[in-house]
């Protein structure tokens, strides 16, 4: 295996099958004691895979519909070309039955620090954005042209900052360069909060459809990638101290986002204008599933976060640093999970 990131030892795999340990975002954490045992850490092999399983779901960026049952994920998994390494991926820890759906199409797995490269990024932005374009039709147009507009000039501002982050390491200057497309990316980060905040209340205080669910979840998936690709800036120039402090304090800004929402308030509301009791039942129904995607997404990626703020502690603490560790996140091939010890 690589000199930092081993094989995930059988103990912990058993442990987490019987209890004994459980994963809290990127963590293995001992039940009883609360101990942090180690960090998982994604690898360019499982980077590879998941960028295979997005278009076997027939877009660039899945809707909460497809995530909101596990059978979506199940028929990824089943494709040839990636069945090897995401059967792989199941042994380990068992997160194939055990992930949250919800986190891959925000997130990937969201464990540790993706090393996925502009053109990957770059099409992941472009399909939240093809995505949102869809939901405009089925929202108040006046509301939905000015949404557009606003939304097309952050992406736009986000597919710059994410080509610097890409292109980090061949710069002169890549200090500046990274805290650069840092501070562009967090001020992206934040402008879609504001947009999803004005979407939240507006789902919370009138009745609502499935396509506010899906433009919240989308919005979610746009500021998430920001964070991550700020997260890999930092660690690129090695600013180590400065990504566990934003990493802290982007968790606590999902949370604040995640935290007035209740899946069973947004079926109900997306239920309001059915024509009679039975229809009203049938409608909280079907957009419960979503809402619970949604909301158990935006609360698990405060785990995904907070875990990166741990992993930047260790790794000082180790006296390891930021681009060694993504080098062999990067050069490892086949196996889709390594760990670090605590």
């Known amino acids: 295996m690589t000199a930092l990131l081993y094989k995930i030892p059988e103990l912990f795999v058993s442990g987490v099958a019987s209890g004994k340990y459980k994963l809290v ?40 519909q497809i995530l909101s049952s596990l059978s979506g994920v199940a028929s990824v998994v089943q494709n040839e070309q990636i069945k090897s ?21 925000v997130s990937g797995l969201g464990l540790g620090v993706s090393v996925v490269g502009f053109a990957v990024m770059h099409q992941r932005l472009q399909g939240i954005a093809t995505h949102l374009k869809t939901l405009d039709d089925k929202i108040e147009k006046v509301t939905a042209d000015r ?23 061949s710069r002169v200057n890549k200090t500046n360069a990274a805290d650069a497309a840092q501070r562009g990316l967090a001020q992206s980060a934040g402008r879609l909060e504001d947009q999803f905040r004005m979407q939240a209340d507006k789902a919370q205080s009138e009745a609502a459809n499935t396509a506010d669910l899906e433009m919240l979840w989308s919005l979610a ?39 007035p929402l209740s899946p069973d308030a947004l079926a109900r509301l997306c239920a309001s204008g059915a024509s009679s009791a039975e229809a009203s039942t049938v409608a909280r129904r079907a957009a419960l599933p979503q809402a619970e995607s949604l909301v158990r997404g935006l609360r698990d990626n405060v785990a995904s976060i ?8 260790a790794l000082l603490g180790k006296h390891i640093t930021g681009p060694q560790y993504l080098s062999e996140i990067a050069e490892e091939k086949t196996a889709p999970l390594l760990y670090l010890p605590a």
């Open 147 to 169: 949404r557009s507009d606003e939304l097309r000039v952050i992406f736009a501002d986000i597919s710059t900052d994410l080509e610097a982050v890409d292109t980090l390491s």
């Open 25 to 64: 975002g990127a963590i293995i954490q001992e039940v009883v004691s609360g101990r942090v045992m180690g960090h998982v850490q994604q690898t360019g092999a499982l980077d590879q895979a998941l960028n295979l399983a997005m278009p076997v779901l027939g877009k660039a960026f899945p809707p909460l």
């Open 85 to 105: 390494r995401l059967t792989a991926m199941q042994s380990s820890l068992g997160l194939i039955q055990n992930m949250q759906v919800a986190s891959l199409a």
């Open 221 to 259: 998936a746009a500021i998430r990638l920001c964070h991550e690709a700020g997260m890999r800036a930092m660690f690129t120039v090695n600013e180590l101290a400065a990504a566990q402090d934003l990493s802290a304090r982007q968790a606590n800004r999902f949370l604040d986002l995640s935290l």
């Open 306 to 313: 907070a875990s990166q703020s741990e992993l930047a502690a």
